[in-house]
């Protein structure tokens, strides 16, 4: 295939090109050009910015692909701009959307567990951006909304959960990597012991494709997730097992942990107090979704940072002697309360 990403020079986006390239398909990459991956001289590169509508117009209207993958979609301008360039040029048009188009009261997780794509209906969304909610969800409800009522273009929207790995920009892997590669146990919150689904960045790239090739997939939203629900047990159990470290989980009740201040923004990613777990049938039917065993990629992704740890702590580690004591504290205070009660 002829095949466009907007954006697509790190995390997910950077290993769909390199699968793309690996099955002979030809790329194409219109992005600012400040990355250059190692594929870089294998793909014909677009340089503009997305936020430049003018620009992105200028430099792509007229030109024909089999296919687009947007990872830089967050408005619903950006939507109507792709729609306006490529309409009548392009097979399908793939947007990255995420499940933060759940967050802000749109959906009770706790009632719908699993929780399906259908679960809830832009239709009465409007497109303001209403005063405390993320306007990072919200852009993309309004990116979903404007596609599924308006596209010239056959379309698939994909929403991911937060996205775990190796080289992961949000920080997220490494606050658990860091800790896990000490080895000194990690602090929890007691009210946050749901089960989740996550998803390995590959995954992600690898079922990007699946759902390009698949017919069924036009016109359709989709869950891709881990296909393995995870509890925090579990989760750091295996980070801790790849680093090679026993893992030590200490529950501790929010408001104790919020009580010490330098740990009053304390929130290991991932965990929280209500279920995350996705109905991924959709996906699973139409075009034969499937992901990595999760201790198989925890490993490959615990063995990256050791061999390339960032050269920044994690999120909140320089508390990490804070972390400990608390810890150290609260075990044998927790024995006796259980003891004498």
Known sequence: MKV?????????????????LERGDSVTVFSRGNVQ???????????????????????????????????????????????????????????VSTGSVYLDGKLDFSAHCPFRESDVDWRALDYTYPEGEDPYGVGKRHCEKWLCENSPMPYTIIRVPAVMGWD?????????????????????????????RTLYMEDAASNFLRALDSPRAANRTYHIATQEVLTPERWAGLIYQAAGHECRITYVPEQVIRS??????????????????HDLSRAEDDFGFQTTPVAQWIQRTVDWYRENPPSAPSKGYEHREAEGALMERWNPAFERFVSQF
Not at 171 to 194: C, F, N, S, T
């Open 4 to 20: 466009l990403i907007i954006g697509g020079t790190r995390y997910m986006g950077r290993v769909a090109v390199q699968r793309l």
């Open 37 to 95: 991956p190692e594929w870089w001289d294998q793909v014909a590169h677009i340089p503009g910015d997305r936020k430049d509508r003018a620009d992105f117009s200028a430099r792509l209207k007229g030109k024909t692909f089999d296919a687009v993958i947007d990872t830089q979609a967050f408005q619903k301008e950006d939507v109507e701009s792709s729609a306006e360039v490529f309409r009548g040029n392009v097979g399908r048009y793939l947007m």
């Open 260 to 277: 010490q201040e330098v740990l009053n923004a304390y929130a290991p990613p991932l965990t929280r107090p209500i279920p995350y777990i």
């Open 168 to 196: 992961d920009p949000t920080g997220r892997m490494w606050w658990w990597v860091q800790r896990a590669l000490d080895g000194k146990g990690v602090l929890i919150p007691m009210e946050h012991r749901a089960p989740f």
